[in-house]
């Protein structure tokens, strides 16, 4: 028995390990976003970066997730998508990633071509469609 015990134990300790990188995981090299995030607002600094390896670095209170989002191909926004996001966080023909600080750190990897990528807070009211987010920025890639 205590010997399947550590067997599990260790198995899990791998998936932990393997699944998650620690909050120091900054990239050398990489440009560093600070995204700072509460449930009414976000903001990113600095707000202009240049297209490729981007360590988005979050700040959000215990609980708290927000939302990046790019087109439905994997690319920058444009400015209609932007316009419709700010109305309807369920618009068509975006992609969407969830983040928040875990035990795997705080630390997200991005690579971004030239254009505009959005960040978005979710109103707690998400369960009815067609809502507002609760605050927008845009981060925005010059090349």
Known sequence: M??????VGLVLGLV????????????????????VATA??????????????????LELPNGQSLVFI?????????????SRLAQNVDAEGLA??????SCCGNVFHETLAAG?????????RRGQPGLPPAAMTVVNVQG
């Open 70 to 82: 790019r087109s439905a191909t994997g690319g920058a926004l444009t400015d209609a998508d932007l």
């Open 16 to 35: 932990v390990a393997v699944g998650c990188e620690p909050a120091s995981s900054l990239t050398p090299g990489n440009q560093r976003v600070q995204v």
């Open 116 to 124: 505009k990528y959005a960040f978005i807070v979710l109103d707690p």
């Open 40 to 57: 009414a607002s976000v903001s990113v600094n600095p707000s202009t970066v240049h297209p490729g390896q981007v360590d988005f670095i």
């Open 2 to 7: 205590a010997r399947s015990t550590l067997l």
């Open 96 to 101: 969407s990633e969830v983040m928040d600080v």
